[in-house]
C-alpha cells in the first residue's frame, strides 16, 4: 500500500523559547494526517512538516500555527 507524504517548510515569525517550540510541535502531531514535525535548534524559526496530504491540507497547517498564536508561512512543497 502506498502513501501519499509531502514535506514542507513553515517559517514561523516569532522567535520563541524552547518550551514554547515544543508546545508548536505537539500541537502538530495531535493532527491526523501529520507524520513527523521538526524544528532544528539552529534555526527555531523554521519547521520541517511532513504530511498525508489525503488526509490534511497545507492550508491546514497554517491554520494550526495560527491556533497556537503564531504568525508564519510556508516556504517550500
Do not use: C, W
Not at 512538516?49 to 491540507?57: A, G, L, Q, S, T
Amino acid at each position: 500500500m502506498d502513501i501519499n507524504l509531502a514535506d514542507v517548510t513553515l517559517h514561523i515569525d516569532q522567535t520563541l523559547r524552547s518550551d514554547e517550540l515544543e508546545r508548536v510541535e505537539e500541537a502538530f502531531r495531535q493532527h491526523d494526517g501529520i507524520v513527523s514535525v521538526h524544528i532544528n535548534p539552529e534555526k527555531r524559526h523554521l519547521m520541517l512538516v511532513e504530511y498525508n496530504p489525503d488526509k490534511i491540507h497545507s492550508r491546514d497547517l497554517i491554520d494550526i500555527l495560527h491556533s497556537q498564536g503564531l504568525q508564519g508561512e510556508l516556504i517550500g512543497l
